[in-house]
């Protein structure tokens, strides 16, 4: 308002007008109407202390004080809230309180004072001030500068566990977690006990630009993280990253987050834990306790500002838990498969070299291909030695040679003959064990797929004729061979094959010398 008394003051000492406006920094065309209006109504300096500015005012603009009564107030309890509700902004509460006042025949306030109107309402009630912050619309998270230490129980080595800290900012409602690592896993998962702590989700996500949740942020565009989108899209939220190196755009995390690193992490810092689950539950009484403490600016504590102001304005929990996921890109090995870290699980064979999504849950590894899910398999979680492997995934050699059996390769080599049944019982009791045997009766299936069965029989039966140890390489080459059955002379690379690996056998030969002499 106008220093109307100063204004006079400074006049009676003689000061003219450009003075006057330097010194009270008014314009000259205010001055120079006040000393005009007072001269006409008989007003001069000294003036009775009980003559205020504002009676001042109405002496010297009756006009303006009889327009000022047809002004409409604003009904500001009303507008709190209003602007509490989805997509409800001061401008347009003020185009609706216009209509309220064209209606009533009532002067409305322009916008500027509409809006400082209610503003100071707010500030007097302590009222939340929903201008910038709505209620159950962001929720801001980050991970806490210090560590809480573990101490492990056998060796006194002290291991750190890491704070995660959610916070809403309209009512301050805070959540904190601790967690042993701050991997992706964990990461998801606090999002997830977050919701359920607070009873619902909000409609924004304010993350940090930390490599779990934001693949890439720049000013062109943003990469989220596959699970993390996966994340927000079952809750049914959608992530706003903050500005790279702007800590502002996420003031109230920053700020709990400080606030819980002193409440939480500084109260029990002479605390020992011997169990990470021992530091959790001393965290989450530690949580209770600042989530009830009282407001240093205004009534009520976060829980209470919560309950009363924001918590029906949250969107409701999705019916289906959620199952956090771990995304990556793998080549398929050679022996067509991905991992999950711990075991190897198989895909289609035909895919060995190409790159697949492998999408890894506490209970199941998916694998896409171009978007198709190619393979699902349940998850493991104990160190298997070999792959876990679905048949269909195999060529067709590697899926027939995991259905043979002992009795199949009995049953196949009866229909052939006894030789040859005797050359399979060989081939499978050589070993220690029959599968020792398997490779070699697979071979001699694969002749039979070439040769007649009387030409494998009588291969078999040559080879026990002239060894009593056949070898499925000694059976390949009398196949091949164009020496007759009972030819008794064979060739020096035949008898090569047919000899023994160990000990000194005496041949036909030998005997034969012994007679010429």
């Known amino acids: 308002m106008v220093n109307y008394r100063e204004i006079l003051r400074l006049r009676s000492l003689g000061n003219n007008i450009t003075r006057i406006a330097e010194t009270l920094h008014s314009s000259r065309h205010t001055i120079r109407d006040v000393e005009r209006l007072a001269d006409e109504k008989g007003i001069s300096w000294p003036l009775d202390e009980e003559l205020t500015n504002q009676k001042l005012y109405h002496l010297l603009y009756p006009e303006r004080s009889e327009k000022a009564q047809v002004f409409m107030e604003p009904d500001c309890s009303l507008i709190h809230r209003e602007l509490a509700k989805k997509g409800v902004n001061l401008k ?114 304010i993350p940090d630009n930390l490599r779990t949740g934001i693949t890439k942020n720049t000013r062109y565009d943003t990469i989220y993280n596959r699970s993390y989108a996966e994340m927000a899209d079952h809750y049914d939220t959608a992530i706003v990253p903050t500005r790279v190196r702007r800590p502002k755009d996420k003031s109230h995390a920053e700020g709990t987050v400080s606030y819980a690193s002193t409440w939480i992490l500084a109260a029990l810092r002479n605390e020992t834990f011997f169990s990470l689950a021992e530091a959790q539950e001393a965290v989450a009484e530690k949580l209770e306790k600042l989530n009830n403490t009282p407001f240093q600016k205004r009534e009520g504590n976060r829980r209470e500002a919560y309950l009363l102001e924001e918590k029906e304005f949250m969107q409701p929990l999705p019916t289906d838990p959620y199952e956090p996921s771990v995304w990556s890109e793998q080549t398929v090995l050679l022996d067509y498969t991905v991992t999950d870290g711990l075991n190897k699980y198989s895909v289609p064979y035909d895919l060995i070299g190409e790159t697949v999504s492998v999408r890894v849950t506490r209970n199941a590894v998916e694998a896409f291909f171009h978007g198709t899910r190619i393979a699902v398999h349940v998850r493991t979680h104990n160190r298997m030695r070999d792959p876990v492997t679905i048949a269909a995934h195999m060529p067709e050699n590697h899926r027939q040679y995991l259905q043979y059996t002992e009795d199949d390769f009995r049953s196949w080599a009866n229909t052939i003959g006894p030789e040859t049944e005797k050359v399979v019982s060989f081939f499978l009791e050589s070993g220690r064990a029959p599968e020792q045997g398997f490779k070699s009766c697979v071979s001699l299936k694969r002749y039979a797929e070439r040769y007649k069965p009387e030409r494998i029989e009588s291969a078999c039966r040559q080879i026990l004729t002239f060894s009593g140890t056949p070898s499925i390489r000694g059976i390949g080459i009398l196949l091949k061979s164009p020496i007759p059955e009972k030819s008794r002379t064979m060739d020096a690379s035949v008898k090569q094959s047919l000899r023994r690996s160990h000990g000194i056998t005496r041949g036909i030969d030998q005997f034969r010398g012994g007679d010429e002499k």
């Open 92 to 205: 347009l509460l003020w185009e609706e309180y216009k209509v309220r006042c064209a209606a009533a025949g009532r002067v409305p306030y322009q916008y500027t004072q509409f809006c400082e109107r209610y503003r100071s309402w707010a500030r007097k009630s302590k009222a939340t001030m929903r201008i910038h912050h709505k209620p159950g619309d962001a929720m801001e998270v980050d991970w806490a500068g210090g560590t809480l230490p573990i101490t492990d129980p056998v060796t006194g080595e002290a291991v750190p566990a890491y704070l995660f800290v959610g916070v809403l900012p309209c009512s301050c409602f805070a959540y904190a977690e601790l967690c042993s690592d701050m991997q992706l896993e964990n990461w998801l998962l606090c999002h997830a006990h977050a919701y359920s702590y607070f009873g619902g989700v909000p409609r924004l996500l």
